[in-house]
């Protein structure tokens, strides 16, 4: 049986780009064939170097990956013929149509002419792209152009298929559907590589490669992985409120490896043999049940647990008052159009003082419309805007003065050193003197800046760079935190930091917006809207949300399979 | 257990992967606007500027007429000045008159009739006039020059054909040849398609290129089995078509619109711009293959190709009266060898020892680029 040989062999493999610390630091590993193996790591952790070592678009400097049996140096040829590859931005011609972009890539694997209207037939059926053979490429939505993609690769049935981050910016129901796609593929014999920051996609893999840093920390089926935390993860429920203290007073305890707010609930990991400390047998009070453990539960127990409850960042803010006034940030039916097309349809939320808010959905939604709105940095074509007060049409630098914004996309200046990042973003805020020393100096000390005050900021390793990022929009202390974004492809205890630190700065009274694409993170807000297709579907807690959606099959259900059936409900009502 | 298609098996492969890669293309350029706005618009800009806009000729230029001695002579003689069509006449009795004004370029020159002028011309020697120009500006100071001697030469012919007066000694006579207009709109035209053509064969390709790389397309390319003289020939072949039916667009325009004399064989100047754009289309593609990034590619295309086909080529500036190590360097830019060779076609006609030697000097220095551009381009990503 063929089966039996890997279809990869990863053999110490090192690769490694000027001096930075190596891409790959002597990987090793096996990919079988009939299987989803999935290559799970946040950004920079190596997965797209070790797929294009694969494809034989890359060399290693050291060790050798064989593929199919070839070695991808000596017989790149031979591997090319024979596997399909999506790239990250799914390799399409967006200025041709659909069925060019199909007919290209057949001439260019050789499919022979008598095969190709079955073959176009069933992918088109396989994608649900029939209907659309004659859109541009450029014109599809994300999860089409990911289908296309997709159909590109399979067009000569490779034997092993390389998915670069298949589901990034793909709203859940296209990745859904992918990924039954590629199961039935499995059944065939294919083997399948897709790579993934998502720890939910590793969880379904039937194997991962788990890689951080360049380095190979775990190798095997996911399942094994998640075993080591087995029975140590428990969820607190019936904390009436003040949920976030909660958990801070939680991560600061020696047994507790990690925590994550969790809707109503608290989840922790906690060290082998011990259990949630602080909890009596008061009926009414919190209660500790052990869950099912999950990938990223694991992950960060074999990074050796999350950072500590504390935030020095909310420990020096300045607390506001929180009254029961007016809401700190309210829209109100806004309304963005570009031409005929309509971002952001009637928005209409708003956030009490000292609570998080989540714009959550698939890239392209509109999140990022909203959120530029909500800042004065993008004119409503109808509704209005308020932050603290001021109306965002005609008291926008009033407005920008209160809130601390950090974009998408790393937004510091790449030239400028840390230092010199600090001081443009303090003078920018209006900030002087002493005060401006006061308040550098003390991001820092909390951010751990000390050694790298010199180093341009373009050349920090991603996670710092989103911690400039955040720095740099909190040195005023505004009364609003704008973040879009801002954990995406961070490895986890990053984010755990990330959010210690929202958390602190929220007991204090600070009043946070966020939008993500992470569904577990919606779990972090107090309040969520679900954005697709520029309206807004669901509005309510994320506790709200996921109840709206229990059904008999579906008695627990997560945030995407929330997410998920929120959505058809929205498109079947519309259909009625 | 692999099979082994047989050579025609793999040569047709082979022939429908390009004849797809060149479809891609050809797609790509009817669909992009920038493809047509560099192809098309672009040069049709330029053509226009040349062709309407700039012009070398000095009508009207403006001079300070010194009469140091007046007469009736004298006064004939800048009565032939003033009729003149070159030349906007202020006359003074000093040159000392337009001094201030020629510093401060309010005349471009001062000719002066001097006192020997009666007494030579009449004694029957050569009487000349004495011209003093602003040499910071050599292109206007040469024509103020030229012409005052053509209107002294002119005005001399005319009172000969009068009967007026003995003829004086011979004296010497310019003749242009080949454009006795001397309008420089005539050789700017055929000048500015070696222009064009550089700015769809490097400029062009070079952003076409890196823009695959900028999409990831190029990466998804590299992954099948298409091979990467493949790519680079299923890439400038269309570029190549375009190059020539830009040119061609630009030729029917310079002949038809602006009256431009075409004298040479059409085979002629197919012949040259097809090999001129060898090194064009070699350059854009080494370009490329080096930035991997369209605001690089362009910055680059336009300070390497654009730029010197301008300024190193003798299409504005004489060569032979630059500095003699930019002399050197004007010999690796391809337009020195094509535009003079586009200007005799235009104006002269088929002259082809001359052509034989610039193709040949244009497919050396297009070889140098391709070898270097192929040696770059592999299938690898780094």
Known sequence: ??????????????????????????????????????????????????????????????????????????????????????????????????????????????????????????????TDLKRFTARLAGKLSGGMKQKLGLACALLRKPRLLLLDEPGVGVDPISRRDLWKMVENLTAEGIGVVWSTAYLDEAEACDSVLLLNEGKLLFSGCPAELTARVAGRVFKVSGIAHGRRQKLARYLDEENVVDGVIQGEAIRLVMRPDTKPPGLNDNPHGPSAA????????????????GPGGRSKLAETQTPFVIENGRPVIEARGLTKRFGDFTAADAITFDIPRGQIFGLLGPNGAGKSTTFKMLCGLLKPSAGEGRVAGFDLRRDAAEARNRLGYMAQKFSLYGDLSVAQNLSFFAGVYGLSGARKRERIQLMIDIFGFGRLLDMSAKDLPLGLKQRLALACAVLHEPEALFLDEPTSGV??????????????????GVT??????????????DRISLIYRGRSIALGSPDELKAQ???????????????VALVQGSEEKEAA | MTEH???????????????????????????????????????????????????????????????????????????????????????????????????????????VIPTGFMADYAAGRHPSLQVLVDGSDPNTANFVQNYAQATLANWTRQRLSDGAGRPPAITAEQRFWFNPELTSRNFLVPGSIAIVMTLVGTLLTSLVVAREWERGTMEAMMATPVSAAELLAGKLLPYFLLGLTSMTLCVLLAVFLFGVPFRGSVAAL?????????????????????????????????????????????????????????????????????????????????????????????????????????????????
């Open chain 1, 1 to 126: 049986m063929s089966d039996a040989a890997p279809f990869v062999r990863i053999v110490d493999v090192l690769k490694r780009f000027g001096n930075a610390p190596p891409a790959l630091d002597h990987v090793a590993g096996e990919i079988l064939g009939g299987r989803i193996t999935g290559l799970v790591g946040p950004d920079g952790a190596g997965k797209t170097t070790l797929i294009r070592l694969m494809t034989g678009l890359m060399v290693p400097d050291a060790g050798k990956v064989e593929v199919l049996g070839f070695d991808t140096v000596t017989n790149a040829a031979d591997i090319q013929a024979s596997i399909g590859y999506m790239p990250q931005r799914f390799g399409l011609y967006e200025d041709l149509s659909v069925q060019e972009n199909l007919d290209l890539y057949a001439d260019l694997r050789g499919l022979p002419l008598p095969e190709r209207v079955a073959t176009f037939d069933e992918l088109l059926e396989f």
């Open chain 1, 290 to 305: 052990t869950t099912a453990p999950r990938f990223e539960d694991a992950f960060i127990d074999m990074l050796g647990g």
């Open chain 1, 491 to 508: 490895d986890p205890i990053t984010r755990r930091e990330f959010w210690t630190h929202i958390n602190g700065l929220v007991e204090k």
């Open chain 1, 512 to 525: 946070v917006l966020v939008t993500t694409h992470f569904m577990d993170e919606a779990e972090y807000c």
């Open chain 1, 549 to 563: 959606v229990v059904s008999a099959e579906l008695p627990d259900p997560t945030m995407e399979d929330a997410f």
């Open chain 2, 5 to 111: 298609p047989s050579h025609t098996e793999r040569r047709s492969a082979r022939i429908r992967r390009f004849a797809a890669l060149v479809r891609k293309e050809s797609y790509q350029i009817v669909r992009d606007p920038s493809s047509i706005l560099i192809a098309f618009v672009l040069p049709l800009i330029l053509l226009f500027l040349f062709g309407y806009g700039v012009s070398l000729d000095t009508t009207q230029t403006r001079i300070g007429l010194v009469i140091e001695q007046e007469a009736p002579l004298t006064r004939d003689l800048a009565a032939g000045f003033q009729a003149s069509r070159y030349f906007k006449v202020t006359v003074g009795r000093d040159r000392r008159e337009f001094e201030d004004d020629l510093v401060l370029g309010r005349v471009r020159g001062i000719v």
């Open chain 2, 270 to 382: 197919y012949a040259l711009s097809a090999t001129f754009l060898m090194p064009a289309l070699g350059q854009g593609l080494l370009i490329s293959a080096a930035t991997k990034n369209q605001f690089l590619a362009s910055q680059l295309a336009l300070i390497s190709a654009f730029l010197p086909a301008f300024l190193l080529s003798g299409f504005l500036f004489e060569i032979n009266s630059m500095p003699t190590v930019i002399q050197w360097i004007t010999l690796i830019v391809p337009a020195r060898y094509l535009i003079p060779s586009l200007q005799t076609v235009f104006l002269a006609g088929d002259i082809w020892p001359m052509f034989t030697r610039a193709i040949a000097v244009m497919l050396l220095i297009g070889g140098v680029f391709f070898a270097l551009a192929a040696r770059s381009t592999r299938k690898r990503i780094a």
